[in-house]
């Protein structure tokens, strides 16, 4: 009797958290009708934003992120935001059990972020962004990455990233499933320096959703890169820049749509010298 009343809480539980996923319409909250339609030749929209813009690199004077169970109310606020979407058609045919299985799984494989690459502006050159990447334990000890043999609905991860500019971040990962969408949510979970304090726990998010349209057949899928900067003289002198997130965003997608069938390694660069010049644009 015991056993039975706490799978029945269980289950009501479940039901409860999981019953906003679900009433959230993902791709009106966060792609208007105009970037719908704009995104299906499969261009990227790209904007960013810096609190004080020392470099005048941005697109946006502001950003605003509508307020999700993913997307906290603050995030507009935070000092820096660079974000990208995208369409990319994928038959519905395609997208099954096994399928999204195999996203999850993608999703949660963590060693294999190690040698991603990214276009840096410093050097002109495409590098190495991410040096090392691993899944971590409760006691921050290196661990397998995650094998599921079935898809659910949230599942969440510690994992750590040594890349090339702010040496070794700490992250929690959660990845939620809803229906054929996946949304990705790792935010750091320790203080991030180098050399000076960069941002405190939970200062720096990166966001990803993959939201499938049935009716157009493919992926509206949106990256985001949120920074709380609490030291106004890295962004008054312009040591922290927009285009230095963009790209570092840019390179995660290009990653991430190789899963999808799609090899986007030619746009690594989304900003060019005339791009910078001009202050910005949307790429549509």
Sequence with gaps: MKKSFSTILFL???????????????????????????????????????????????????????VTKWTPENL??????????????YQKSKVNEEHNLNFLNFLTSY????????????????????KKSYRLDDKDKKIDDPKYDKVISYTKNKFLQEDNKFGTTYFDSEVYNIDNSFIMVNSNNKPISKGIKIGDKGDYKVISFFIYDDEKEGYY????????????????????????????????????????????????????????????????
Excluded at 58 to 66: A, D, E, Q, S
Excluded at 76 to 89: A, M, V, W
Excluded at 232 to 254: E, H, M, Q, W, Y
């Design 12 to 66: 009501l539980v479940t039901i409860f958290i999981f019953s906003e996923d679900l009433s959230v319409d993902l791709l009106n909250t966060f792609f208007s009708k105009e970037e719908q339609e704009k995104m299906l030749d499969g261009k990227f929209i790209t904007r960013m934003c810096i609190k004080f813009n020392a470099k005048g690199e941005n697109t946006h004077l502001f950003i605003k992120i509508p």
């Design 76 to 89: 507009s606020s935070y000092e820096i935001i660079t974000d990208d979407k995208i369409f990319i058609p």
């Design 111 to 130: 060693r294999k972020l190690a040698g991603m690459v990214y276009y840096s502006r410093s050097s002109n050159n495409i590098e190495t962004l991410i």
């Design 221 to 284: 899928c949106y990256f985001l890169n949120a920074f709380r900067i609490n030291n106004d003289n890295l962004l008054k002198g312009g040591l922290l820049r927009p285009t230095t997130f963009s790209n570092r965003l840019r390179a995660a997608i290009v990653f991430f749509l190789k899963f999808l069938g799609k090899d986007y390694s030619s746009e690594l660069n989304p900003w060019d010298e005339k791009t910078l010049k001009s202050g910005g644009y949307k790429q549509y």
